[in-house]
């Protein structure tokens, strides 16, 4: 709020519940601000989950190319050694999809998380942030109407009186 200009008076009086309005209004502000950080910050979290989930894809498509290679060596073997063969194939497909451990973030620590789990896990996750975010815009959209509703009420009153836009 600003000072009145040398000169001006100030012919308006300002009742209880005037400051009341005054107060909740402030109250909003810094709710909104509060919300619109946090509302930033999810939308980031979102955005890095959406990536790591990409790259899990693209690991996830090179595990599969690893095993068509694995695959295509066998056909050039002999029906002898394919018996033979197939079987470390496997062992070795399975090895590679075993000590596929992705480190995972819950909260401050690292949990060790096998691809499937990770995947299943980040699907988890990007929807609780999406409900999170859809919460968070609607609080804001609540608020900013609960705004309008007292900034029309207190201009209508005050006028020129006073100030509520923000300087930034």
């Not at 497909?93 to 480190?103: A, G, L, N, Y």
């Amino acid at each position: 709020m600003e000072m009145l200009a040398s000169g001006k008076t100030n012919n308006v009086e300002v009742l209880w519940e005037d400051q009341q309005k005054i107060n909740e209004f402030s109250t909003l502000i810094q709710k909104k601000d509060i919300l619109t950080i946090d509302l930033k910050d999810c939308r980031q979290e979102k955005e890095y989950l959406d990536d790591v989930s990409t790259e899990l894809d693209m690991m996830e498509l090179e595990n599969d190319d690893f095993d068509d290679l694995l695959s295509d060596d066998d056909d050039d073997d002999d029906d002898d050694d394919d018996l033979n063969d197939d079987s470390d194939n496997k062992e070795k497909k399975k090895d590679v999809s075993e000590d596929k451990k992705i480190q995972y973030k819950i909260g401050d620590a690292f949990i060790f998380m096998s691809l499937e789990e990770t995947k299943t896990r980040l699907e988890k996750d990007n929807k609780i942030l999406e409900n999170k975010i859809i919460k968070f815009e609607e609080n804001i959209d609540k608020i900013n109407e609960r705004l309008t509703s007292l900034k029309s009420q207190l201009y209508a009153k005050f006028g020129s009186n006073i100030n509520l836009e923000r300087d930034e």
